[in-house]
């Protein structure tokens, strides 16, 4: 299939537009979101032949572009390591006021983390991965994984509220 260019075509029409979502909740910008997706193809393209069948093809091509927009995260090392005492100041601050938004809303406001926030984050809520899981990938401590998740959700909260009494403040006015 490698050298297949009309399957390669197909391929790209069909899985383009819902792994380009992917990796722009990875990417800081379109063009960073591009570039992962093309590098994702290409091992989708080289990395055919170990598809095995079992769960479905999307899911694994899914998977191959979460692991590129990983690697691709892990090349630029935004985390940053924080002590315990950072972390627990942090735990216990955030609730959701998420219902209020439309997907669209909250994934706008997610873009607006910064990189190592967005990734712990969307790998956390979005993947569905351990912060265990996450320390490996990003290689990088249980503490780092689970603080990065907790000030992304403070930061959220806050950028939310705003959002949230915009709105408001926008439906009040005459």
Known sequence: MEGNRRMQEELYKR???RMYAVC?????NAEEAEDILQEGFIKVFKKLNSFRSEGSFEG???RVFVNTAI???RKKRYLQPVTEKEENTIE??????LDELAEKDILALVQELSPGYRTVFNM???????????ADMLEI??????SQLSRAKVILQDMVK???DQQHGARTKP
Request: glycine residues 10%; positive net charge; without cysteine.
């Open 15 to 17: 899985f383009s537009p």
């Open 24 to 28: 722009l909740r990875y990417a800081g």
């Open 60 to 62: 694994w091509v899914r």
């Open 71 to 73: 690697e691709h995260f």
């Open 92 to 97: 216990g601050k955030y609730f959701s006021v």
């Open 124 to 134: 956390y809520v979005v993947e569905g991965y351990t912060h265990k899981e996450i």
């Open 141 to 146: 401590s249980e503490g780092t994984s689970k």
């Open 162 to 164: 705003k959002f949230i």
